[in-house]
C-alpha cells in the first residue's frame, strides 16, 4: 500500500485495493500442519517414554524435523508473498506489486485497458476466487495471482477505466 500511495501523481486517488482469498490462507497452514504433525508425534512419543529411551529411530527424528522445517518455509513464504503483494485500482492506473527487496511492478494505464480476463474453475466460482489477466494495448498483458471476489475486481477495473476515458453512460444515449 505505501508504494502505491508514495507513486500516485498529482490529481490521482487510490480507488480500490483487492485482497487475497481465504483459501490462501487455509492452503498456507494446510501445508504448515502437514510439515508439524510428525513433529508432533515424535514429541508425543518422546514425553510417553518419559525422556528414558529413544522411541523412534534418527531417520524419523530427521524426517519429522525437515518436515517441520518445509511446512514452516511454506507457511511464511505465502504469508510473505500475500503480505508483499499489492493490487490496486487508482484513478490513472492498475498495479500489481510484489516483492519484498527486489520489487516487480506492473502497471498498466487505465485509458490503455482493452480487455480484463476473469479465470474461474468450478471450485473457484464455488470458493470465490480467481485469476485476472489485464490486457492493454501495445502487448501490454498483467496477470494477477489467485484473489478473491474477481468479478468484483473486474467491475472496480472497468468502472475506473469508464472514468478515465472520460466515458459515462449518459454520453451513450
Same mark, same amino acid.
Given at each position: 500500500?505505501?508504494? *502505491?500511495?508514495?507513486?500516485?501523481?498529482?490529481?490521482?486517488?487510490? $480507488?480500490?485495493?483487492?485482497?487475497?482469498?481465504?483459501?490462501?490462507? *487455509?492452503? /498456507? #497452514?494446510? #501445508?504448515?500442519?502437514?510439515?508439524?504433525?510428525?513433529?508432533?508425534?515424535?514429541?508425543? +512419543?518422546?514425553?510417553?517414554?518419559?525422556?528414558?529411551?529413544?522411541?523412534?529411530? +534418527?531417520?524419523?527424528?530427521?524426517? /519429522?524435523? /525437515?518436515?517441520?522445517?518445509?511446512?514452516?518455509?511454506?507457511?511464511?513464504?505465502?504469508?510473505?508473498?500475500? #503480505?508483499?503483494?499489492?493490487?490496486?485500482?487508482?484513478?490513472?492506473?492498475?498495479?500489481?506489486?510484489?516483492?519484498?527487496?527486489?520489487?516487480?511492478?506492473?502497471?498498466?494505464?487505465?485509458?490503455?485497458?482493452? @480487455?480484463?480476463?476473469?479465470?474461474?474453475?468450478?471450485?473457484?466460482?464455488?470458493?470465490?476466487?480467481?485469476? $485476472?489477466?489485464?490486457?492493454?494495448?501495445?502487448? &501490454?498483458? *498483467?496477470?494477477?495471482?489467485?484473489?478473491?471476489?474477481?468479478?468484483?475486481?473486474?467491475? @472496480?477495473?472497468?468502472?475506473?477505466?469508464?472514468? &478515465?476515458?472520460?466515458? /459515462?453512460?449518459?454520453?451513450?444515449?
Amino acid at each position: 500500500m505505501a508504494y *502505491v500511495k508514495n507513486t500516485l501523481a498529482p490529481d490521482e486517488e487510490y $480507488l480500490y485495493r483487492a485482497k487475497f482469498n481465504w483459501t490462501y490462507d *487455509v492452503q /498456507s #497452514w494446510f #501445508w504448515f500442519a502437514i510439515g508439524f504433525l510428525p513433529a508432533l508425534l515424535w514429541f508425543y +512419543g518422546m514425553t510417553k517414554a518419559s525422556f528414558r529411551i529413544e522411541p523412534f529411530g +534418527g531417520a524419523f527424528i530427521f524426517f /519429522s524435523g /525437515s518436515a517441520f522445517m518445509l511446512g514452516l518455509y511454506i507457511l511464511l513464504s505465502r504469508y510473505i508473498h500475500k #503480505w508483499t503483494t499489492v493490487v490496486a485500482v487508482t484513478s490513472m492506473r492498475l498495479i500489481l506489486k510484489t516483492g519484498l527487496i527486489a520489487r516487480n511492478a506492473h502497471e498498466v494505464m487505465l485509458a490503455e485497458i482493452e @480487455e480484463v480476463i476473469v479465470h474461474q474453475n468450478f471450485l473457484g466460482r464455488l470458493l470465490g476466487y480467481g485469476v $485476472l489477466t489485464a490486457r492493454g494495448t501495445g502487448g &501490454a498483458v *498483467v496477470e494477477f495471482p489467485i484473489l478473491g471476489r474477481p468479478i468484483q475486481i473486474r467491475r @472496480e477495473i472497468e468502472a475506473a477505466v469508464v472514468r &478515465a476515458r472520460g466515458m /459515462s453512460k449518459k454520453a451513450g444515449r
